[in-house]
């Protein structure tokens, strides 16, 4: 039974230690390493739904380093104070799969209370829509600012010992929030940061722990492995991820026959960037992708803001066999389905990529001739 015991645990360590790498790759952990802010990924598919990933921002504002954490479920955080109808929220939104906001009443390594904006987001496979992972980034919630205290110009007056419980009392009446100004209030029956009223998450902190999320899903899709992993933040078939098209998605008016072996200046025009086109080959000759901002023409020659991503495809040895360009009219409205221009595009290249290798894969896939 022990041997039985010790194998499990360590199966369950070897999955803690996986889960990023195996989804995504290598290198994702080093790329969370570098997000600002306090968050955690948990994996539902390991028992215990435990923790596999712990920012340096969530260890400086808990005290609690990474190796603490990983492996263990996200109540270490709760305590005695932490509301059972919030903890019940949270509960209810990882069985529903689905995001959820809420304040909460945290615990620090070291036992102190605070209070944080809890901002749950499931993982989901684009492309089945199973949850890899939860996303939980936390918030601080600063206390209130103290009330303004009462300011009554008095004259000066010399009490006798006997009248001084009357000019208490005087005083009391001309000023009441005055008497207790100086002592700290203590409730009898809860002491502390356990008998504070629950705070209230300004839009600041909200729009903040929404940007952290929407940084971490474009990492997790940016350092996805060579299978065409894309995540979103919503359950769907493929959301977000636009179809492949015989000409370009958007309203340029060319047809595939007209592009076909075209070099990709024939967008530029009067007012491109020459910076920005260098930017571009110095990124295609490193082999690196990048995003840009650049203006850019139609074939009626109407200009339009182009929100232009790049990225190598790579072949199964390694070596860049293609470069994607994703353009996206930043002037036009668009449906992400939840998602910012940035993942969308990041899904983009991993739809190509998916597409290139299974064509490469079934002989189906010409390289033109250079």
């Not at 070291?110 to 939860?134: E, I, N, R, S, T």
């Not at 072996?261 to 967008?267: A, E, I, R």
């Not at 002037?331 to 299974?358: I, M």
Request: proline share 6%; with cysteine.
């Amino acid at each position: 039974m022990e041997e039985e015991t010790a194998a499990s645990d360590e199966e369950s360590r070897r999955r803690v230690a996986s889960s990023l790498t195996s989804r995504y790759s290598d290198w994702v952990v080093e790329s969370l390493d570098e997000l600002q802010g306090s968050f955690l990924l948990t994996d539902p598919s390991i028992p215990g739904h435990p923790i596999v990933y712990a920012s340096r921002g969530l260890a400086a504002l808990t005290g609690y380093p990474p190796a603490e954490v990983l492996g263990r479920n996200a109540r270490l955080f709760q305590g005695a104070g932490t509301d059972r109808a919030a903890v019940a929220g949270v509960r209810d939104a990882v069985r529903c799969q689905r995001p959820h906001q809420t304040p909460i009443l945290n615990y620090r390594r070291d036992g102190a209370a605070h209070w944080v904006l809890l901002h749950l987001a499931p993982v989901f496979h684009a492309a089945d829509g199973a949850v890899l992972h939860f996303l939980a980034v936390q918030v601080p919630i600063p206390p209130p600012p103290p009330p303004a205290r009462c300011r009554v110009a008095r004259p000066t007056v010399v009490v006798f010992a006997p009248c001084r419980e009357e000019a208490r009392v005087e005083e009391e009446l001309s000023c009441p929030c005055a008497s207790h100004a100086g002592e700290v209030f203590v409730d009898v029956d809860k002491r502390g940061l356990d008998a504070e009223e629950p705070r209230v998450a300004s839009e600041h902190e909200k729009e903040k722990a929404l940007s952290t999320a929407n940084s971490i899903f474009s990492a997790l899709n940016r350092y996805s492995k060579l299978t065409g992993l894309v995540v979103c933040g919503k359950r769907c078939d493929s959301v977000g991820i636009p179809a492949l098209s015989s000409s370009l998605n958007l309203s340029l008016g060319y047809s595939r026959e007209e592009i076909l072996g075209c070099n990709c200046k024939f967008l530029n025009g009067p007012g491109t960037s020459a910076e920005v086109l260098e930017e571009i080959n110095q990124h295609i000759c490193s082999e690196q992708a990048c995003t840009v901002h650049l203006l850019n023409y139609r074939k009626d020659r109407s200009s339009f803001r182009d929100l232009l991503h790049i990225s190598p495809i790579r072949n199964a040895s390694g070596k860049v066999a293609f470069h994607v360009w994703v353009h996206l009219d930043e002037g036009a409205k668009h449906d992400f389905n939840g998602l910012t221009p940035e993942v969308w595009q990041l899904g983009a290249v991993g739809a190509v990529r998916v597409a290139v290798r299974s064509l490469s894969a079934s002989g189906s896939l010409l390289r033109p001739s250079q």
